[in-house]
């Protein structure tokens, strides 16, 4: 049974350039939300899709899109990049509440340089 | 009065001594509350949930939450070196309508043998 599959691992990108980042969820889950962990800090909610429709948006620029697709995996786009999005980003996976906790992915660590 | 709260850290034990991490919430209707343990530069992996006042028990690890004071805690016994870590509290958020998790900042154990 596959878990939460992210990729890539690693990236490292300039400002102002777009970086795209991919998840397919758990077997079974059909809801996605990304996350943004800074150094020393807990994950924040970025935004969730379900349906392939984003249900639930956190406090992130609309430089922050997503998309989900009809085998539920999902992509988080970044456009104009800046130095203050480096970070973990996690891709969790869920029913479609969250009253049985969420599996991550093992997450992408963005450099941006 | 932010949603999930926790002290940062780091809480510094000995091997083999008992560890209490705490948090709180501020949601009263929250109904579930998670706890996942996360190594430097990993992703967050759940370790415990707990629906129920009271306490629940898995192993050397026992969830408490406390409904009427807004508080959950997480007793680690026997702590090992390989407990070291950063351990965060979530639960549902009222904001998404309960499909999203909102996260604490994280507590820091650090385990010395």
């Known amino acids: 049974d596959a878990g939460v599959t992210q990729s890539p691992t690693h990236l490292i990108k300039t400002r102002g350039q777009q970086v795209t980042l991919r998840c397919s969820p758990k077997s079974g889950h059909d809801t996605v939300s990304w996350y943004q962990q800074a150094l020393g800090q807990g994950p924040q909610f970025i935004f969730q899709?379900?349906?392939?429709?984003?249900?639930q948006r956190g406090n992130f620029p609309d430089r922050f899109s997503g998309h989900q697709f009809p085998n539920y995996s999902s992509e988080l786009n970044v456009n104009a990049l800046l130095l203050g999005d480096s970070a973990l980003y996690l891709c969790?996976?869920?029913?479609?509440?969250?009253?049985?906790?969420?599996?991550f992915g093992s997450g992408t660590r963005l450099t941006v340089v | 009065q932010k949603e999930v709260e926790q002290n940062s850290g780091p809480l510094s034990v000995p091997e083999g001594a008992i560890a209490s991490l705490n948090c709180t919430y501020s949601?009263?209707?929250?109904?579930?509350f998670f706890w996942y343990r996360q190594y430097s530069g990993k992703s967050p992996e759940l370790i415990m949930f707990?629906?129920?006042?009271g306490d629940k028990e898995d192993g050397r690890f026992t969830a408490q939450l406390n409904k009427a004071s807004q508080y959950v805690s997480l007793l680690i016994r026997d702590s090992q070196p390989s407990d070291s870590a950063t351990y965060l509290c979530a639960a549902p958020s009222l904001n998404s309508g309960y499909s999203t998790l909102t996260f604490g900042k994280g507590t820091m154990l650090l385990v010395s043998p």
């Open positions: 949601d009263r209707g929250s109904q579930s």
């Open positions: 969790a996976s869920s029913g479609a509440l969250a009253n049985y906790g969420y599996t």
């Open positions: 707990i629906y129920s006042n």
């Open positions: 899709y379900y349906e392939e429709e984003e249900r």
